[in-house]
């Protein structure tokens, strides 16, 4: 029998692996994004566009407890998408 901490570590590991499928899914439009940006000589940093996704991602989320510790998800999943572009640009 399972014990609170085994199943949550659990259920951690399942939700992991299903965010493993979502970055790689993210990360192919991240790169369609790069290829277009490259395209039409747009930099890689559009503040506007960050400003305008935590914003609505933040109604989305609809819980204030977490809204700080997801804004820190995201600028983290913002970062790797800008430094993934950086690296296809060069």
Same mark, same amino acid.
């Given at each position: 029998?399972?014990n609170?901490? @085994? *199943?949550?570590?659990?259920?951690? #590991?399942?939700?992991?692996?299903k965010?493993i499928? +979502?970055? /790689?899914?993210?990360?192919?439009?991240?790169?369609?994004?790069?290829?277009?940006?490259k395209?039409n000589?747009?930099?890689?940093?559009?503040?506007?566009? @960050? *400003?305008?996704?935590?914003?609505? #991602?933040?109604?989305w989320?609809?819980?204030?407890? +977490?809204? /700080?510790?997801?804004?820190?998800?995201?600028?983290?999943v913002?970062?790797s998408?800008?430094?993934?572009?950086e690296?296809f640009?060069?």
């Amino acid at each position: 029998m399972k014990n609170e901490l @085994e *199943e949550a570590r659990e259920k951690i #590991n399942e939700i992991d692996r299903k965010m493993i499928d +979502l970055f /790689k899914e993210r990360m192919d439009a991240v790169l369609k994004v790069a290829r277009y940006k490259k395209e039409n000589g747009l930099p890689i940093l559009d503040r506007q566009r @960050e *400003e305008i996704l935590l914003e609505k #991602n933040l109604k989305w989320l609809g819980d204030e407890s +977490l809204a /700080k510790y997801y804004k820190i998800f995201l600028e983290g999943v913002l970062a790797s998408s800008k430094s993934y572009q950086e690296d296809f640009l060069q």
